[in-house]
């Protein structure tokens, strides 16, 4: 039992208490250290306050939704959302042009 995706490497198990949830979010946290991360309470309370149901993977930038994933368990796309971030931070070393 728990959350599984087919191109993450690694499993998480079901949560049973939110130390659970704080482990399982530490795990995607070194995946993108910079990255902000909000972990909800185990009885789901920003789930049902902001409609996430289904579960999703989002990247929320100044406060627009730039990336959504599938919905969740089994629409995560973990390679897709870690593109996303390899492709944001290849524009952030980048050096701009000034017009």
């Not at 870690?82 to 290849?90: A, G, N, P, S, V």
Request: charge should be negative; aromatic fraction near 10%; charged fraction near 25%.
């Amino acid at each position: 039992d728990g959350w599984v995706s087919s191109d993450a490497a690694y499993n998480i198990p079901k949560h049973q208490c939110l130390q659970d949830r704080l482990r399982a979010a530490q795990l995607m946290r070194e995946g993108a250290p910079d990255c902000p991360l909000a972990v909800d309470t185990m009885d789901n309370a920003s789930s049902a306050a902001y409609g996430a149901y289904f579960e999703r993977l989002y990247i929320i930038q100044e406060e627009k939704v730039m990336y959504q994933g599938g919905r969740g368990p089994e629409g995560y796309k973990i390679s897709e959302l870690r593109t996303w971030l390899d492709q944001y931070k290849t524009r952030l070393q980048s050096p701009s042009t000034v017009v």
